[in-house]
C-alpha cells in the first residue's frame, strides 16, 4: 500500500516545485519590465511636433544622440531637442524649477527661452 502513497507524495513535491518556480519566474521578471529609457520618452513626446515634459538634462543630450535617421533627415526633431534643451538648461541656471526665463539671448541667435524685456527680436 505504500506504492500509491509514494506516488501521491511525489505528486506534491511537483507540484510545490513548480509553484515555487514560478514564483521564483514571476518576481525575477518583474525587473525586467523597467521603464523605458528618458531619451526614448523624450522622443516618444516630441512625436507630436512639440516637448511637452520636462526632463534630466542628460535625457535631451542622450535623446539628440539617438535620434532615428529618418527622423533626424526629415523633421524638425534635432532643432526642437536642442531648443528644449536650451531652455531647461537656462531653468536650471536660474534655480530649477518649470518657470519660463525671461530676457537675455539663447546663445544661437535664435529664439528665446522668455518673452521678457531684453528678449531679442
Known amino acids: 500500500m505504500t506504492h500509491p502513497l509514494r506516488n501521491i507524495v511525489k ?15 514571476s518576481a525575477s521578471a518583474a525587473p525586467a519590465k523597467s521603464k523605458a529609457p528618458c531619451w526614448k520618452t523624450l522622443i516618444n513626446d ?10 534630466p538634462i542628460h535625457c535631451y543630450r542622450d ?5 532615428p535617421t529618418d527622423v533626424e533627415t526629415y523633421s524638425s526633431a534635432r532643432d526642437d531637442i536642442k531648443q528644449a534643451l536650451q531652455k531647461r538648461l537656462t531653468q536650471g541656471a536660474n534655480g530649477g524649477g518649470t518657470t519660463t526665463t525671461t530676457g537675455g539671448s539663447n546663445g544661437g541667435g535664435g529664439r528665446t527661452a522668455g518673452t521678457g524685456a531684453g528678449g531679442g527680436g
Do not use: E, N, Q
Open 46 to 55: 516630441w512625436y507630436d511636433g512639440r516637448i511637452d515634459g520636462t526632463y
Open 63 to 67: 535623446a539628440l544622440k539617438h535620434l
Open 11 to 25: 505528486s506534491l513535491l511537483l507540484a510545490a516545485f513548480v509553484l515555487a518556480a514560478l514564483a521564483v519566474g
